[in-house]
């Protein structure tokens, strides 16, 4: 009884999968990938070539799948077009599709610069997408060399200014001496300087003639007393030149005295 019931249940079961409808025959495609995932490419190469594939044991199938490219260290317009589309995939063709990406050549040094392009909106028998496919580009322009600075001149040390020496302070002049007054010469003095010989005195002076030998040989006496009188007439000639003598050496002092005081 229990051999017929396990045979009974194996029967129905294969009858229910026998009545199921066959599957469709996208319904195990394939995913959309690329087949590098890291493409190197010269700046001044134009284009750059990506090639997307489906992945998957089962024959190839319809589908389409889209593709764009995104910005990284490589700008769109100024190192790449932005490029954008869609892959399609038909039945019994080849399971892959090439895309280009045109690159922008300029003579900037900028060193190795990289964008990304990623794939999206599978249709059809293509079932998903995988990653994206990075592309670096090679800078072919060779840097400049830096132009090494020249060196400053260092600025030479400002000599420091020597300190002004300050004026000596003048002397101050010595108050001006007044000249003492002049004395006046007294009358006495005076009459002294300029006293006038006597008449007596002034005819010695003067030389008159003495009385000659011959009146002292007419009269002996009066000869004797002329004798006398010429020897006293001599002594007071030689007393008023003494006197005159003096007179003018005073004088002579008294003028000068008078100049230096003046």
Known sequence: ??????????????????????????????????????????????????????????????GSVDYATQDGSAVAGQDYTATSGTATFVTGDDREETIRVPLLDDDMPEGDETFQVVLSNPQGGITGTAGPATVTITDDDAPQPTEEPEPTEEPEPTEEPEPTQEPEPTDEPEPTQEPEPTAEPDATDAGEATAEPDATDAGEATGEPEPTSDDTAEDGVVATDDESASDTGSGWVWVALVVLVLAGVGLAFAVRGLRARG
């Open 1 to 62: 009884m229990g051999v017929r019931r396990v045979r009974l249940a194996v029967a129905v079961a294969a009858v229910v999968v026998a009545a199921l409808p066959a599957a469709p025959a996208f319904a195990a495609c394939h995913i959309a990938a690329f087949v590098e995932t890291s493409v190197t490419a010269a700046e001044d190469s134009g284009e750059v070539e990506l090639t997307i594939f489906l992945q998957g044991r089962q024959p190839a199938c319809a």
